[in-house]
């Protein structure tokens, strides 16, 4: 079954660090433009970061600086290295692959993300 | 920035209305524009790209047009599981922005 999974989310006090992983199976991160979206409570969806094939990064100005996005090959993983986490990062983060005309056409089912002190 | 505004912020119909959806862009986006749906709790789920281009799997009952800076998604005969929020994305310049969300609910 292609599909992806996230993982690493949690609770974390402000200006802490978190990093998110998504597993994808049935299908090769590295070869596949991937990206984070996040949605906070009751609100709507965010782009946060993109990675290309050729590794090339683009981030959302709100997370710049603070999010790193990379991958791992040998584990067919995703990741996002989230540092010095504010309150306004708590949301959902989801994984999405991009597909045709660039529209994300798979998501993962999302990994709860909670700063707070 | 690109700002997507979507309109109406909530719209209810009945089982068999024909609903529409509209998405404007601040600026140009030719067609590279995608249409969500999202239900509760779950993850978002592509509907239409390049603004009207049906997803593999997603029924014939959807349909996008537009291009430029003004978009539509329209449903011809509303399901009552189509009650979602739907939202639309450009992916031609970042940030790829989405608009704000229209909730549908049935009747």
């Known amino acids: 079954e292609v599909q992806l999974v996230e993982s690493g989310g949690g609770l974390i006090q402000p200006g802490g660090s978190l990093r998110l992983s998504c597993t994808s199976s049935g299908f090769s991160v590295t070869n596949t433009y991937m990206n984070w979206v996040r949605q906070a409570p009751g609100k709507g969806l965010e782009w946060v970061s993109v990675i290309y094939a050729d590794g090339t990064v683009y981030y959302a100005d709100s997370v710049k600086g603070r999010f790193t996005i990379s991958r791992d090959n040998s584990k067919n993983t995703l990741h996002l290295q989230m540092n010095s986490l504010r309150v306004e990062d708590t949301a959902v983060y989801y994984c999405?692959?991009?597909?045709?005309?660039?529209?994300?056409?798979?998501w993962g089912q999302g990994t709860m993300v909670t700063v707070s002190s | 920035d690109i700002q997507m505004t979507q309109s109406p912020s909530f719209v209810s119909a009945s089982v068999g209305d024909r609903v529409t959806l509209t998405c404007r862009a601040s600026?140009?986006?030719?067609?590279?524009l995608a249409w969500y749906q999202q239900k509760p709790g779950k993850a978002p789920k592509l509907l239409i790209y390049s603004a009207s281009t049906l997803q593999t799997g997603v029924p014939s009952r959807f349909s996008g047009s537009g291009s430029g800076t003004d978009f539509t998604l329209t449903i011809s005969s509303l399901q009552p599981e189509d009650s979602a929020t739907y939202y639309c994305?450009?992916?031609?310049?970042?940030?790829?922005?989405f608009g704000q969300g229209t909730k549908l609910e049935i009747k």
């Open positions: 600026q140009g986006v030719r067609t590279w």
């Open positions: 999405a692959r991009e597909g045709l005309g660039d529209a994300f056409d798979m």
């Open positions: 994305q450009q992916v031609t310049t970042f940030p790829h922005t």
